[in-house]
Each structure stands twice: as structure tokens, then as C-alpha cells.
Nanobody, 127 residues
């Protein structure tokens, strides 16, 4: 059974930092590209960041570039999202996703291409 379990969400103030974690089980972790997406109330899910199988390459949405950092630990089968300089507009449910790929490039921004999803963790940033 494949499971992706996010943790680390919470309520913070603008300017604060937060680190999200996503533990993955039930797959050969190193064969999957990984992504973080978010969905705010009343809005569509949007791409946040993605990372390649090796962790060497990453991709970011323009709105978070320079503030968020995606990383992965293949030994721990986990992917992380370090978020800094948080803004109220970052408030959303954040979900991690995994996509099986043979490519050594960051996982796609297209959420329909992902194979597995976590349930999400709420991040709320107050002004």
C-alpha cells in the first residue's frame, strides 16, 4: 500500500518559517520524482515545487522562488519543503505527490501526471 503522509503544517505569522515533511512508503522511493502542491480555499490546486529522483535538480513556482526550498532524503524516503518569509497568501493546504519516472529531471508541474498523493497539511499565515 502506497502512503504519503505530510506533517509540519500549522499557524504562523507573516515572515515566519515552517518546514513541511512528507514520508513516503510502499514504493521504490528513488524511482519517483516528487512535488509539492497547494490549494487555498476557493482556488484551484497550484504547483509549488518539484524535485528530481536524485535530488540534484529542482523547480519552483515563481511565487515561492527564493523563499521555499524543496529537498529529499532517499534514505529516509522523505521529501521536505522549507518555507521562509511566509506571507498570508501562502495560506493553503499543502500536499506532496509522487510520480514514477525514468527521467533525471525535476518532477512535472502538471498535477495530473502524478501517481500518488498525500492527504495534505494545513498552513495558515496570519498578517
Amino acid at each position: 500500500q502506497v502512503q504519503l503522509v505530510e506533517s509540519g503544517g500549522g499557524l504562523v505569522q507573516a515572515g515566519d518559517s515552517l518546514r513541511l515533511s512528507c514520508a513516503v512508503s510502499g514504493v521504490t522511493f528513488s524511482r519517483y520524482g516528487l512535488g509539492w502542491f497547494r490549494q487555498a480555499p476557493g482556488k484551484e490546486r497550484e504547483f509549488v515545487a518539484a524535485i528530481s529522483r536524485s535530488g540534484r535538480d529542482s523547480d519552483y513556482a515563481h511565487s515561492v522562488k527564493g523563499r521555499f526550498t524543496i529537498s529529499r532524503d532517499n534514505d529516509k524516503k522523505s521529501v521536505y519543503l522549507q518555507m521562509s518569509s511566509l506571507r498570508p497568501e501562502d495560506t493553503a493546504v499543502y500536499s506532496c505527490a509522487a510520480r514514477h519516472t525514468i527521467l533525471s529531471v525535476p518532477a512535472t508541474r502538471d498535477d495530473s501526471a502524478y501517481d500518488y498523493w498525500g492527504q495534505g497539511t494545513q498552513v495558515t499565515v496570519s498578517s
